[in-house]
């Protein structure tokens, strides 16, 4: 039996999913957001029926109109835009330039006054320097690609005043693997590890003394594509393919998969997701 006290979590954390040679899979969240296209169609969808999705997260939390909020990793403002119309002010952390050329956009459509950017990634934001805390919420939803997981845990931690929230996939399985379990051993050469995964995200707070709260929900994980070609651009970019076999094998597999309706492809998947959260002390 393995004695899960001596794991170290956040070197758990940093094991890439690898393919045949070692080759990783996946690319990393600083590329796959560095194409326009890919930021400008995330945006259409996370805008849907006036932000609905976010707003089923932002209930889940404990917000005032007083309340000062941190959004890590804010991408177009999928939470940033609906929050700062319920909250006193809202600093946005965004590294992507397309993302923020979107949610720069979002701010002027919504004429809101109350927002902060950030351009940087999390890890090469000084706290001290780059923000006025403490925040009374902070927040990182879907955007942990931290290469320390720690070290950015422990800065939003220290930075909040109040709470701290993280939403991640409960059974750590991406969409990606959710999506392409199938055929992913003809992709990579591997099989697909079917085992439940552990939640690598609250076991490395519990190491670090932070005893959170977990919510799990099911969501529905959609994405929506204007051809056929968009699509196998789009997610073989996604699954780091290099060669005409494996994006021959992808094509096959979405044109099977992906529903067609009102001239758009649409690939729908449900998974766990869990809202990890703690307040401070």
């Not at 999506?179 to 519990?206: C, M, R, S, T």
Request: net charge negative; hydrophobic share 40%; charged share 25%.
């Amino acid at each position: 039996m393995i004695d899960v006290t001596t794991i170290d979590w956040n070197e758990a954390w940093k094991k890439p999913e690898e393919g045949e040679k070692g080759k990783k899979i996946f690319i990393s969240c600083a590329d796959r957001w560095s194409e326009k296209e890919r930021c400008d169609r995330f945006n259409k969808t996370a805008r849907e029926n006036d932000w609905q999705a976010s707003r089923a997260r932002i209930n889940a939390m404990n917000i005032s109109p007083d309340s000062r909020v941190l959004d890590v990793g804010s991408g177009p403002g999928t939470l940033t835009i609906p929050l700062a119309g319920l909250v006193k002010e809202v600093t946005a952390v965004e590294p992507s330039v397309f993302m923020r050329e979107c949610l720069v956009a979002n701010i002027a459509e919504d004429n809101l006054k109350n927002v902060v950017i950030v351009p940087k990634k999390w890890e090469d934001v000084d706290t001290s320097r780059d923000l006025k805390g403490p925040y009374d919420v902070v927040i990182a939803s879907y955007s942990l690609g931290f290469p320390d997981l720690r070290e950015g845990l422990q800065k939003m931690d220290q930075i909040s005043c109040g709470f701290v929230y993280i939403f991640w996939f409960a059974d750590m399985l991406s969409p990606w693997q959710k999506n392409y379990g199938d055929i992913w051993e003809a992709l990579y050469g591997i099989p697909f590890k079917k085992y439940q995964k552990p939640n690598i995200v609250f076991n490395l707070l519990h190491q670090m003394g932070i005893y959170a709260n977990v919510e799990v929900t099911k969501e529905i994980h959609q994405q929506r594509f204007a051809s056929l070609d968009e699509a196998v651009s789009d997610q073989g970019a996604g699954l780091n393919l290099e060669t005409q076999e494996q994006y021959t094998v992808l094509r096959e597999y979405l044109e099977k998969k992906l529903l067609y309706q009102d001239g758009q492809y649409t690939m729908s998947s449900v998974s766990p997701r869990a809202m990890i959260w703690w307040k401070k002390d």
